[in-house]
């Protein structure tokens, strides 16, 4: 189990089920932050109170927990486990493509419950690394692109050679204390081009 207690929000219909749910869930060392009896409860308290992890029950009136785990991934809140006593294939696949991290039929029991939770913090925790290497990828490739076009913008209005264009921009940008990008955005702003 992880060093620092995880944060969960629970929302099955049945108050039954979410009682023994709860009771399972801080037996094993969590910590439940807010319980739901439907989907739109369930929505509001996840995004008021960012849990770590969320669990739903797929049947529940207002939102069944599937539309719910869709909207909470969409909005990369918190990785989604879905509880259901119904394992069909076209649940399973509405459930995958709205991003769950685990589905877990019941009945099931409190030592079933650890390792599906502990798996689907891991997984999110790598997407979520994934995704912000992604958007620092996304944002040196921008940064290449603005250098590149204002390099070659220095080379056609001075006639210099590509290192020495980009010298000229690395050279403003320590002396004015701005980025690269943003002197050959400048460049390229000056030059209308």
Avoid: C
Avoid at 6 to 24: N, S
Avoid at 93 to 117: C, E, H, T, W
Avoid at 130 to 137: D, K, T, W, Y
């Amino acid at each position: 189990m992880s060093e620092s207690r995880l944060r969960i929000v629970i929302a099955d219909d049945e108050p039954i089920i979410r009682l023994d749910l709860k009771k399972m869930l801080e037996d094993s060392g969590y910590e439940v932050v807010g319980e739901a009896g439907d989907g739109i409860r369930a929505l509001e308290l996840v995004r008021n109170l960012k849990p770590d992890v969320v669990i739903l029950d797929i049947k529940m009136p207002e939102m069944d927990g599937i539309d719910a785990a869709r909207v909470i991934t969409e909005e990369k809140i918190a990785p989604v486990l879905l509880l259901t006593a119904y394992s069909q294939i076209d649940l399973v696949n509405r459930a995958k493509d709205a991003g769950v991290y685990s589905y877990l039929v019941k009945p099931f029991k409190q030592a079933d419950l650890m390792p599906q939770i502990e798996v689907a913090v891991a997984r999110w925790e790598a997407y979520q690394k994934i995704e912000e290497q992604a958007a620092s990828l996304e944002e040196k490739l921008e940064t290449r692109k603005v250098v590149d076009r204002a390099k070659g913008i220095l080379m056609d209005q001075y006639g210099l050679k590509e290192q020495e264009a980009f010298r000229r921009i690395q050279v403003q940008s320590m002396n004015t204390r701005k980025s690269m990008r943003e002197i050959a955005e400048a460049i390229i702003i000056a030059h209308n081009i």
